[in-house]
Nanobody
């Protein structure tokens, strides 16, 4: 059974930092691209960043470029999202997604972790 478990969310002041983790089990982690999405109250879920299975290529939404960094350690079956210079608009539930590089139907989601940016 595949599981993705996010952690690291919480309350942070504007300008602060958080690091989210996504611990995966039940799959060959290196064969899956990992993405972080977020969903703010009343808004649709949106892509934040993604990284290929080998970790060689990354992609970021314009609204996080220069502030967030996605990474992974395949030996630990874990993906990360380092978030710096956080803004109130970054407040959302952040979800981890793992999608097989070849068989896209193998697509899994975590339950999310809440990030609140507020003074």
């Amino acid at each position: 059974q595949v599981q993705l478990v996010e952690s690291g969310g919480g309350l942070v002041q504007p300008g602060g930092s958080l690091r989210l983790s996504c611990a995966a089990s039940g799959l060959t982690f290196s064969l899956y691209a990992v993405s972080w999405y977020r969903q703010a109250p009343g808004k649709e879920r949106e892509l934040v960043a993604s990284i290929t299975g080998a970790g060689t290529d990354t992609n970021y939404a314009d609204f996080v470029k220069g502030r967030f960094t996605i990474s992974r350690i395949n030996a630990k079956n874990t993906g990360y999202l380092q978030m710096n210079s956080l803004k109130p608009d970054d407040t959302a539930v952040y979800y981890c997604n793992a999608r097989h590089a070849t068989f896209g139907v193998l697509d899994y989601w975590g339950k999310g972790t809440l990030v609140t940016v507020s003074s």
